[in-house]
């Protein structure tokens, strides 16, 4: 996995190799135990069936985990990506009798601009993202009211259905779509200056403005990607469900961040990568799946996914690196 620079691992100790050993691969360690226990508890978990079921519902979540996990890295963190899923979808939803399948375009619009103004907010006007997009989360989502009064706005042409949650193949489209956006995050963040520049400034500003990297610019972009990523993420749910309402992506964020930190990007930013992020949505998504097929109180699902999400931070996040914990 591309999330931990090798020079923890070859300056330390045997413990300290251990560790970095452990953080690099708990994520899909947890994720083979996951379905190792699910499969032995139920015949129905291990099929083909139940194979595309996870994949259907870890589309949005991966998705908009994708987005997030350049924001992490550069060192901030997005609270508004289900209100901007929800804004996209309803913007998806009511252009898709007049545009079919090209409502993709204003859908993925309307999300680079929310991400663009999270962005520009945070960046140049010095507002800590976490004060930003918790503003943003609360008015994004006041549109979506504003403009639906809270009535579903229902999708009902079929192009646009067929492309967007159809099959090929027996595939869901949305995971194939999803696949090419992973590959594409993949790309940028291994192979790209742009990537180089998320880690670096995520693992320190003043360095990194003194090394050239225009920081204001790589901050506002990974608000950008995140934001675009939204406006896809929130096309796919409202073709899944066949409409957009107003509850849509309520509560997002949540699964989001826990994704991106169950999948080894540690909140202290600078390290991580899509590979993890990728893990920590099945593992989030499966977690789900097998406890509803197990008919386990959600209550006590929600319990097992906090402890789990604690359980990441506690084994992912590098201790060294940080100076005082807060």
Known sequence: METQAPSIASTT????????????????????????????????????????IVLQQTVVLLVAALGMTFVIIAGSIDLS???IVAIA?????????SMGIWAIIPAVLVGTISGLLNGVI????????????????????????????????????????RTYSGRTADIPNAAIITFFVVLIAYVIYNHTVFGREVRAV???????????IKVD???????????????????????????????????LELDVIAAVVVGGTPLTGGVGGVTGTVLGAF????????????GVDPFIQNIVKGV???????VTIDRSKIGIIK
């Not at 100790?13 to 996951?34: C, D, E, H, Q, T």
């Not at 995520?202 to 050239?212: A, D, H, I, N």
């Not at 789990?308 to 506690?314: I, K, N, P, Q, R």
């Open 13 to 52: 100790g045997n413990g300290s190799r251990w560790k970095f050993s452990l953080r690099n691969y708990f994520p899909i360690l947890l994720l083979v135990a996951l379905i190792i226990a699910f499969a032995s508890q139920s015949s129905r978990f291990l099929t083909f069936t139940n194979f595309s």
């Open 81 to 83: 990506v289900g209100s």
């Open 89 to 97: 979808a309803l913007v998806a939803a009511s252009l898709s009798d």
């Open 122 to 161: 945070f960046a140049k006007g010095k507002v800590p993202s976490f004060m930003v997009t918790l503003g943003t989360l609360v008015a994004y989502r006041g549109i979506v009211l504003y403009f639906t009064r809270g009535a579903p706005v229902e999708i009902t042409n079929l192009t646009f259905l």
């Open 202 to 212: 995520g693992g320190g500003e003043r360095v990194s403005l003194l090394t050239g």
């Open 217 to 251: 610019r790589v901050k506002i972009m990974v608000f950008v990607i995140s934001g675009l990523l939204c406006g896809l993420a929130g096309l796919l749910q409202s073709a899944r469900v066949y409409a957009a309402t107003a509850q849509l992506g309520e509560g």
């Open 283 to 294: 593992i989030i998504t499966i977690l789900s799946n097998g406890m509803n097929m197990l």
């Open 308 to 314: 789990v999400l604690v359980a990441a931070v506690f």
